[in-house]
Nanobody
Framework: QVQLVESGGGLVQAGGSLRLSCAASGLTFSNYVMKWYRQALGKERELVASVTSAGGSKNYLDSVKGRFTISRDNAKNSLYLQMNSLKPEDTAVYFC???????????WGQGTQVTVSS
C-alpha cells in the first residue's frame, strides 16, 4: 500500500520560511518522479516543482523560482520543499505527488495547509 504523507505546513508571516516534507512508503522511491502541487481555495491545482527520480533535474513554477527549492533523499524515501520569502499568494494546500518513471503509476498525498499572512 503506497502512502505519501506530507508535513511541515502551517501559518507564517509574509517573508517567512517553511520546509515541507513528504514521507513515502510502499513504493520504490527512486523509481518515481516527485512533484509538489498546490491548490488555493477556489482555484485549480497547479504544479509548483518537480524533481527527477535521481534528483538530477528540477523544474519550478515561474512565480516560485528563486524562492522555493525542491529536493529528495532517496535513502530516506523523502521529498522536501524549502519555501523562503513566502508571499500571501503562496497560501494553498500543498500536495506531494509520485509518478512512476516507467510504470506511470500516480499517487497523491493528503496535503498540508500553508497559510501566509500579510
Amino acid at each position: 500500500q503506497v502512502q505519501l504523507v506530507e508535513s511541515g505546513g502551517g501559518l507564517v508571516q509574509a517573508g517567512g520560511s517553511l520546509r515541507l516534507s513528504c514521507a513515502a512508503s510502499g513504493l520504490t522511491f527512486s523509481n518515481y518522479v516527485m512533484k509538489w502541487y498546490r491548490q488555493a481555495l477556489g482555484k485549480e491545482r497547479e504544479l509548483v516543482a518537480s524533481v527527477t527520480s535521481a534528483g538530477g533535474s528540477k523544474n519550478y513554477l515561474d512565480s516560485v523560482k528563486g524562492r522555493f527549492t525542491i529536493s529528495r533523499d532517496n535513502a530516506k524515501n523523502s521529498l522536501y520543499l524549502q519555501m523562503n520569502s513566502l508571499k500571501p499568494e503562496d497560501t494553498a494546500v500543498y500536495f506531494c505527488n509520485a509518478r512512476g518513471r516507467v510504470s506511470g503509476r500516480n499517487y497523491w498525498g493528503q496535503g498540508t495547509q500553508v497559510t501566509v499572512s500579510s
